[in-house]
Structure formats: C-alpha cells, structure tokens
C-alpha cells in the first residue's frame, strides 16, 4: 500500500495478534503509541518513505515472539526488553546503526540479517541464537569466529559476494547453505562438522568435486551442489544419489 486512513482502527481489534504494516507514504513516527502491543505475538513493519517509526514502544511487547524490521532504527534497542522475542529478522539496517543490542534479547533463537550494508558483525554475539542467516548485506566481508553463538545449529550464507572464506571452527552445525557467494573459496572446519545434517552449495567457488567425494559425518542426510553447468550438476547429482543423499528435506 502507498496511503491509509484511520489507521487508529486497528488498536479497536479486541484479539488482535498479529500485525503486518507497510504503508510506504505513511508519515506517523508515533504510530506504535497507542497499539496493544502487549497482546501482540507477531508484528511486521516494513519500511515507509522516511523510515521514521519510533520504536521504543516495544518495550511494552510482553508476548511478542516473531518481529521483523526493515529499515526503521529509531529506540531499536528497545527490542532488548521484549521478554518473550526468539526471531528477529532486520532488513535494510543502515551500517552506521550498531547491531550490538541483539545481544541483551534474552530469548533469542533466530536471527536473519538482510539487505543494508556493513562490513562486519562481530559486534553481535548471543548464547542462545540457534539460527544465523545473512542475505544481500553489502560489503560483508567475514562472519568472524563462530564461537560467539556456542547454540548455532543454523548458519545461511546468501548473496555475499564480498566473502571468500568462512570459518565454522568451534561450532556444532546441524545445517550449512551458501547460496550465490560467488567468491567463496574456503569453508574452515567443514571437514569437522561432525553432527552435520544438511549442507547445500550453490554458485560459489569452492571445489565441488572435492565435496562431492568428501567423507562427510554419519549425520549428513541432504547433500546438495550446484555449479554453473548442468552437465556436472547431473552427473554429480547422480553420484550423491548413489551415495544415499538427498537433494532435498
């Protein structure tokens, strides 16, 4: 949608639990003021033409479990004090705002970073976090150690074309995509995924043959590797198959 009225309507929905608002010429900073914010379990708020929401008002979100963002900033750390939120997905977070409040969201499981720009995340670190997955950020270089989310079981690489090695040290995956990093060379500590599940690779630059023979963990059950020829996709594809991997699941 490009325009709304009476927008006050929603707060007059008794069992209002989930929310999805994206109004992109909507121009009310204080929106969010008079919401039941503390009734809501799901709430989406895409961006509008200043991305001027406030969003310190969060903090009254006592049951909120699922939020995604795209690009409003203002009181953003406010998100710390939801006790309830274990997924949040933020998209098009300019570089300038630290990501670092992520860190005091005491339930969180799963984090999805997309779209905007920064070079790093290493001011982001969580006990808790089980899900990492990181889609079109420009200018990301590394992830940097994995140690910083002992729970990871969850790591999706997409769109990355700044990224040529990634380091999974020290970590326990249960699932590995990297999708379209075509400048992807090296997956440090592959070979000591031992608990691993799923692995998926797709226009990247690591050596698929070498993968294709690799002698992957008991665990491994979905094995997918796609270059750019199909001839190779095929073959390879039967391989995997004759090696009791599926393509999908």
């Known amino acids: 949608m490009t325009h709304v009225r ?6 007059r929905l008794p069992l209002l639990e989930r929310l999805s608002f994206g109004v992109f010429e909507f121009d009310n900073p204080n929106f969010l ?34 939020l995604f963002v795209q690009g409003h900033t203002k009181g953003i ?22 990501l670092s409040f992520v860190n005091d969201i005491q339930k969180l499981k799963s984090l999805e970073v997309l779209l905007g720009g920064r070079q790093t995340i290493d001011e982001i670190h969580h006990p808790t976090l089980e899900e990492l997955r990181i889609v079109r950020v420009r200018g990301l270089e590394t992830l940097g150690s994995l140690v910083r989310f002992p729970a990871l079981r969850v790591l999706q690489i997409e769109d990355q074309l700044q990224m040529h090695d990634i380091s999974v040290l ?10 379209n990093c075509k400048n992807l060379e090296q997956i440090i500590g592959l070979s000591e995924q031992d608990k691993l599940m799923r692995f998926r690779a797709y ?28 001839k190779w996709n095929k073959k390879a594809r039967q391989e995997l198959d004759k090696r009791g991997y599926r393509e999908f699941g």
């Open 6 to 11: 009476n927008e006050d309507a929603l707060w």
């Open 33 to 66: 003021d008079k919401a039941p914010l503390e009734q809501l379990t799901h709430l989406s708020l895409t961006e509008n033409r200043k991305r001027n929401f406030n969003l310190a008002s969060l903090g009254r979100c006592g049951s909120l479990c699922n």
């Open 77 to 98: 750390s406010t998100l710390a004090k939801a006790p309830q939120l274990e997924h949040v997905r933020l998209s098009s977070i300019p570089k300038r705002q630290d």
């Open 170 to 179: 020290g970590s326990q995956l249960h699932e590995l995509c990297a999708l």
């Open 203 to 230: 226009k990247t630059r690591l050596d698929l043959d070498a993968l294709v023979q690799l002698d992957w963990p008991s665990s491994l059950e979905v094995l997918a590797l796609y270059s750019g020829n199909e």
